[in-house]
């Protein structure tokens, strides 16, 4: 297997793959549109340079996918900026054989070289699977967002 940064070569196999994103997190939330739908300016996130995406490729094949985005952080935190965790994806056939896990090696290697020493990521509290992968590097539960749809009485 291979991690490299993603190009804009990459952008149908990344379409894709934002596309099972949407499909594996439409069942914890209700709110999503009807498809077709997109998360994600791919251009965007290729280019710029605050944010990494990185590829997994297997014989030339990519199967996996996530990036960090270098955010500012509260100000009452005791660290300036984070790398904020995105766009994780891992071709089912491959999961459960630690591509996650080199997704977040790679992404973490970057945000040190950028000086960052914090990361976050949101995760369905629901979605028990990528709460396992998670805790499984090293990411630990810190909150929780609370949401309630108010427009009926």
Not at 33 to 61: C, G, M, R, S
């Amino acid at each position: 297997m291979i991690t490299r940064t993603a190009t804009l070569d990459d952008i149908e196999a990344l379409s894709a793959f934002e596309q099972g994103v949407i499909k594996a997190e439409r069942p914890f939330d209700e709110t999503l549109k009807a498809d077709p739908i997109q998360y994600y300016d791919l251009d965007f996130l290729i280019t710029n340079e605050d944010i990494h995406v990185v590829v997994v490729e297997v014989e030339q094949q990519i199967i996996a996918c996530g990036y960090a985005r270098i955010k500012q952080a509260k100000l009452y935190a005791n660290y300036r900026f984070y790398s904020y965790l995105g766009f994780m994806f891992v071709q089912d056939e491959f999961r459960g054989k630690g591509v996650n896990q080199l997704v977040i090696e790679a992404l973490i290697q970057w945000s040190r070289e950028q000086g960052i020493t914090m990361m976050h990521l949101d995760v369905f509290t629901e979605n028990a699977a990528a709460m396992r992968a998670y805790k499984k590097v090293g990411f630990k539960e810190y909150l929780v967002e609370m949401r309630m749809d108010i427009s009926r009485e």
